[in-house]
């Protein structure tokens, strides 16, 4: 286009001006700069540079003359965009002005006379500059009068950390709860860099949106959590606590962190956290271990957390004296081969010994899940062929639908199993 073209004039299209791999024709393709080796992705907008002044260089050493002026053409667009632009006054300290032409401002700061960040939204399809000139103020600084302008589009990169990269993708932590979770698993760390380097100490990390996923019966307010600057360079992200007493806390949240030089309002960058509720964190960690080879084992923390959580299951039978957890989803029942079950207590006739088995699918949904462990301990509440039977533990679920939250939400189709079993095991 004829943009580019007039940034890089005299370019030949066939050459590979910058030895990057990619050919001066790709790069007039996608707006990249064919005379940079690091500018070699799609750009949104090509830069050039008008000065008043023959020869000035973009360099904070090339003076521009009392009262000169810079234009900072962005030409190219063809989508609405924001930028962030930051001009430093070279080594005479003459003061400017800063200027606007078809964008839309969005802010300034400025650290002193001689720096200022500034932000504005581009209109697609059109050529706005950012006018700069010198004030013309304090000319007896040099016997050169005139300001020597650095001039850089703000790139801002904020990398996140987290204790399991579970996809490279997905940025996932967990709510804050005190079962289970551990405080490496609840924070996100954010890294932040810019571009030109050395400014990172005028980059602001705030929470620009907080999605919760909601049910129809989920409670209580969730709140977006916590943003603490660690360092210039560092910010830790800390996920909203989930009050033990809430039965259904969404099971993901999406948080949208933003980065912008203090005091303008242009976002530079952002990146999204995926904060899950406690429970849905350790069952998809327990799921990728189970993938990874750690088998049932991983689940462990899924019942550790139940039994955490639900405390009135404490009181419910006897309690377990061990449990055994299965790598598959079901088993056959060892009372009837031909049903798949998902958990069995099994009672020796003549002892308290109560040995609970856990397979994979128990862990599927948090509020089925504190209703099947119940269940189980319902059978221990006696003695061999005097153990409760399916009958009592069935109306357990359903008497205790409310306590194990399966009353409502994800888990409510568990009170219709129930129902049914109590049907086919003709309890009255």
Not at 345 to 358: I, K, M, N, Q
Not at 383 to 400: F, V
Request: negative net charge; proline residues 4%; hydrophobic residues 35%.
């Amino acid at each position: 286009p004829d943009s580019w073209e007039m940034a890089f004039p005299g370019t030949n299209l066939y050459a590979d001006a910058d030895g990057d791999e990619v050919s001066n024709f790709d790069e007039l393709e996608q707006n990249s700069n064919p005379f940079d080796d690091t500018s070699t992705d799609p750009q949104a907008y090509v830069i050039r540079f008008e000065a008043t002044k023959q020869g000035w260089s973009n360099s904070g050493m090339s003076d521009i003359g009392i009262k000169g002026e810079v234009k900072v053409y962005f030409t190219g667009l063809q989508a609405d965009t924001d930028v962030t632009v930051w001009i430093r006054e070279g080594r005479t300290q003459e003061e400017f002005i800063v200027e606007w032409v078809g964008a839309t401002p969005k802010g300034e700061t400025w650290n002193g006379a001689q720096e200022v960040f500034t932000s504005a939204t581009l209109p697609a399809n059109s050529s706005p500059y950012l006018l700069i000139k010198d004030a013309g103020l304090h000319s007896n600084f040099t016997n050169t009068p005139g300001g020597e302008y650095r001039i850089g589009i703000i790139k801002v990169d904020i990398d996140v950390e987290i204790a399991w990269p579970w996809q490279s993708t997905i940025n996932l932590i967990a709510a804050n709860s005190i079962c289970e979770i551990q405080d490496e698993e609840k924070r996100a760390l954010i890294n932040v860099t810019t571009d030109p380097p050395g400014l990172e100490s005028f980059v602001t990390l705030s929470v620009e949106d907080f999605q919760p996923a909601t049910g129809g019966c989920t409670d209580g307010t969730l709140r977006q959590g916590t943003l603490v600057q660690n360092s210039d360079t560092q910010w830790v992200y800390t996920a909203y606590s989930e009050p033990l007493a809430n039965l259904h806390p969404p099971e993901i949240a999406e948080v949208t962190i933003g980065a912008r030089i203090s005091g303008t309002l242009g976002i530079c960058s952002e990146v999204q956290v995926r904060v899950y509720s406690a429970f849905e964190y350790i069952r998809l960690y327990a799921a990728r271990k189970h993938l990874d080879g750690d088998a049932g084992a991983s689940y462990v923390r899924a019942y550790n957390f139940i039994r955490c959580k639900y405390t009135f299951l404490n009181g419910v039978g006897d309690g377990f004296d061990s449990v055994v957890f299965l790598s598959q989803s079901g088993f056959p029942n060892p009372d009837n081969p031909t049903q798949t079950v998902s958990a069995y207590t099994e009672s020796t006739l003549f002892t308290f010994y109560d040995e609970v088995t856990f397979g994979t699918s128990t862990w599927d949904q948090e509020n089925v899940a504190a209703s099947i462990v119940g269940h189980e301990l319902v059978h221990t509440g006696g003695l061999g062929i005097n153990a409760p039977g399916e009958c009592e533990a069935y109306q357990w679920e359903i008497d205790s639908a409310n306590v194990t939250g399966i009353n409502c939400g994800a888990g409510s189709y568990r009170v219709g199993e129930a129902q049914n079993l109590l049907q086919e095991y003709n309890c009255e």
